[in-house]
């Protein structure tokens, strides 16, 4: 239940970032601006590729990604949802749109825990979830297929420790 209410407050968290209110022509869903991508990275919950769609100033994903690999508990693969904005650093800040902020909920790294029954030590590996603020730079531009890469900031909780994570993605999208 804490672990709960901390993601929630993370979202909200970025909810207050991400949303940004903007007089934007409603267009119908169209086959054509849904993309896929590969990379690593949040975006790509770690090594992975992701399925998105663009609509005006906005790209909304889902991503499947490895997260961790070993030989003693195998891949660990988690799945996320991410949102950027391709209009708010050139209203701040004049930049082009080629630079995007946006935000990530899902599985944000991985813990192992241990425990020890009857003099037997039994392990299990499983997702934190979590929330990060994210950044990408498209070098051929925010609607087009081509190579991206950025940073983002994150906060993942667990049943063992919360911990922040910090980290740069590079990407393609198709």
Not at 104 to 126: H, W
């Amino acid at each position: 239940m804490r672990n709960s209410l901390k993601l929630l407050a993370a979202m909200a968290c970025l909810s207050g970032v991400i949303p940004y209110a903007n007089a934007q022509e409603q267009t119908p869903f169209d086959w054509s601006d849904v993309t896929f991508a590969a990379g690593i990275g949040v975006n790509y919950t770690g090594i992975g590729g992701s399925v998105g769609y663009v609509r005006g100033h906005e790209y909304y994903s889902l991503s499947v990604g490895v997260m961790n690999s070993s030989d003693r508990y195998g891949e660990n693969v988690g799945v996320g949802l991410s949102y950027q904005r391709s209009d708010l650093l050139p209203k701040w800040f004049g930049l082009s749109e080629q630079h995007t902020i946006g935000g990530y909920v899902g599985s944000l790294g991985t813990e192992i825990s241990a425990t020890i029954r009857n003099g037997s030590v039994f392990t299990r590996q499983k997702d934190m979830l979590g929330g990060a603020v994210t950044y990408n730079y498209y070098l051929n531009g925010f609607q087009n297929r081509g190579f991206h890469f950025g940073a983002f900031a994150g906060y993942s909780f667990s049943d063992i420790e919360d911990k922040g994570t910090v980290g740069f993605q590079v990407g393609y999208r198709f």
